[in-house]
């Protein structure tokens, strides 16, 4: 918690995720893998310019036509494969209605989207923390980059090894999940780079 409160003091709330519906935060945390957060808003205008941001319709669309549409987010291709994979499911599982959806335990939808095709721990976990709302701890490389150079972990850590150390300290509360995944980002972007830039991080004193 003395990162957290630290980090959010400095930075402050972060609005996290961007997205006018909770479809549109599972599509955006899909494309959003291997490219930057600008790419994933040129695919997801596109979608949406052509009324096609919906379960339903990119369900019976042909998956060249999908990828066309995706193209900005880089690696379009595979990324077709990997949202009709999910949209399958989702529209399979639950009718295409994040509500539905909604309703499940958070570990059997856990397990029920780590079993798509294409959908890693990552996305998963960002999937039900900022789509379905659900306490799930989003762990990505700023985190385990902090988390590592602040002796919290070793580098080499797993996925889950990462996931259990909040699990174990802080209350499974969805805003605060919410915002302290989105205050590793910030912090990681501003100051724990690769090379990092320690003059002026609010975690120096930490």
Same mark, same amino acid.
């Given at each position: 918690?003395?990162?957290?409160?630290?980090?959010? =003091?400095?930075?402050? $709330?972060?609005?996290?995720?961007? %997205?006018?519906?909770?479809?549109? #935060? &599972?599509? @955006?945390? #899909?494309?959003?893998?291997?490219?930057?957060? @600008?790419?994933?808003?040129? !695919?997801?205008?596109?979608?949406?310019?052509?009324?096609?941001?919906? !379960?339903?319709? #990119?369900?019976?669309? $042909?998956?060249?036509?999908? !990828?066309?549409?995706?193209?900005?987010?880089?690696?379009? +291709?595979? *990324?077709?494969?990997?949202?009709?994979?999910?949209?399958?499911?989702?529209? %399979?599982?639950?009718?295409? =209605?994040? &509500?539905?959806? *909604? *309703?499940?335990?958070?570990?059997?939808?856990?397990? /029920?989207?780590?079993?798509?095709?294409?959908?890693?721990? /990552?996305?998963?976990?960002?999937?039900?923390?900022?789509?379905? @709302?659900? $306490?799930?701890?989003?762990?990505? !490389?700023?985190?385990?980059?902090?988390?590592?150079?602040?002796?919290?972990? /070793?580098?080499?850590?797993?996925?889950?090894?990462?996931?259990?150390?909040?699990?174990? /300290?802080?209350?499974?509360?969805?805003?605060?999940? +919410?915002?302290?995944?989105?205050?590793?980002?910030?912090? %990681?972007?501003?100051?724990?780079?690769?090379? *990092?830039?320690?003059?002026?991080?609010?975690? =120096?004193?930490?």
């Amino acid at each position: 918690m003395a990162l957290y409160e630290t980090l959010y =003091s400095f930075y402050g $709330p972060q609005h996290w995720w961007p %997205g006018d519906t909770p479809f549109e #935060i &599972a599509v @955006g945390a #899909i494309l959003t893998q291997n490219t930057n957060w @600008g790419n994933v808003e040129k !695919a997801i205008g596109n979608l949406k310019k052509h009324k096609m941001l919906n !379960a339903k319709v #990119i369900h019976q669309m $042909p998956i060249d036509q999908l !990828a066309s549409l995706i193209r900005p987010s880089g690696y379009y +291709n595979i *990324k077709a494969k990997r949202l009709r994979a999910f949209i399958d499911y989702f529209v %399979g599982s639950y009718g295409g =209605s994040m &509500a539905r959806m *909604k *309703k499940g335990r958070t570990e059997k939808l856990r397990q /029920e989207l780590l079993a798509v095709n294409g959908i890693g721990q /990552e996305t998963a976990d960002s999937i039900l923390l900022y789509s379905l @709302g659900k $306490p799930a701890f989003v762990i990505d !490389a700023y985190t385990k980059r902090v988390l590592s150079r602040h002796g919290f972990i /070793e580098m080499n850590a797993t996925y889950e090894e990462c996931r259990q150390l909040f699990y174990g /300290e802080l209350d499974e509360e969805v805003l605060l999940f +919410n915002e302290y995944h989105a205050l590793f980002v910030m912090v %990681g972007k501003e100051h724990c780079k690769p090379i *990092k830039r320690c003059a002026g991080c609010p975690l =120096s004193v930490v």
